[in-house]
């Protein structure tokens, strides 16, 4: 199962926003509504932040949302802010059953 | 409060074994499904194994044959024992939740563990 695309790096000023797609295949992100999405700070665990496309775990900031178009999934985060700065990555279920990340995009707050 | 608490890891010779643990609180553990997932150092996230409620497993093509995923109910803790170990499994292995109760597959994972790191060198 090949990895998940995804930019390696986006950016923003504080207050915009900005997106962060995921693009797999049919037999991944096209074929399921099981994208989910996972922020990660230097030398932390992952935090879910999006999952099942566009749903929001209890916590996690409505500045954060999720899509999905055939095979590429996008997280959107509105208002950046500057503790927004971290690796972001998908993941989606796939027709194997089994779990495929995405190669993971820095975001930088500038 | 849900809690994911790791142990074992640490520095292992190519073609050594290894166990790693995750004892989990705070949920109905043998509602379940949990799994194993690794990043290389400075690398992406990889999805390593799953264990259904059930005790079904399913592992990804880089470990399939090596490692072997478990759980105890009893104990609320799953396991990875690394078998046959690479220097490419030199990662930071993280255990983590299904968010889904009753699910017979892993889709999305709502708590992490603290990860532990697995050294593979001579």
């Known amino acids: 199962q090949s990895a998940l695309t995804q930019p390696a790096s986006v950016s923003g000023s504080p207050g915009q926003s900005i997106t962060i797609s995921c693009t797999g295949s049919?037999?991944?992100?096209?074929?399921?509504?099981?994208v989910s999405w996972y922020q990660q700070h230097p030398g932390k665990a992952p935090k879910l932040m999006i999952y099942?496309?566009?749903d929001r775990p209890s916590g996690v900031s409505n500045r954060f949302s999720g899509s999905k178009s055939d095979n590429t999934a996008s997280l959107t985060i509105s208002g950046l802010q500057a503790e927004d700065e971290a690796d972001y990555y998908c993941?989606?279920?796939?027709?194997?059953?089994?779990?495929?990340f995405g190669g993971g995009t820095k975001l930088t707050v500038l | 409060e849900v809690q994911l608490v790791q142990s074992g890891g640490g520095l292992v010779q190519p073609g050594g074994s290894l166990r790693l643990s995750c004892a989990a609180s705070?949920?109905?553990?043998?509602?379940?499904?949990m799994s194993w997932v690794r990043q290389a150092p400075g690398k992406g996230l990889e999805w390593v194994s799953v264990?259904?409620?059930?005790?079904?497993?399913l592992y990804a093509d880089s470990v399939e044959g090596r490692f072997t995923i478990s759980r105890d109910n009893s104990e609320n803790t799953v396991y990875l024992q690394l078998n046959s170990l690479r220097a490419e499994d030199t990662a930071v292995y993280y255990c983590?939740?299904?968010?889904?109760?009753?699910?017979?597959?892993?889709?999305?994972?709502?708590?992490w563990g603290q990860g532990t790191l697995v050294t593979v060198s001579s």
């Open positions: 099942d496309v566009s």
């Open positions: 705070g949920f109905p553990f043998s509602n379940y499904a």
């Open positions: 993941s989606s279920y796939t027709s194997g059953s089994t779990l495929v």
């Open positions: 049919s037999s991944d992100v096209g074929g399921y509504n099981y």
């Open positions: 264990v259904t409620r059930g005790g079904s497993t």
């Open positions: 983590a939740k299904e968010r889904n109760p009753y699910t017979t597959a892993v889709r999305r994972c709502d708590f």
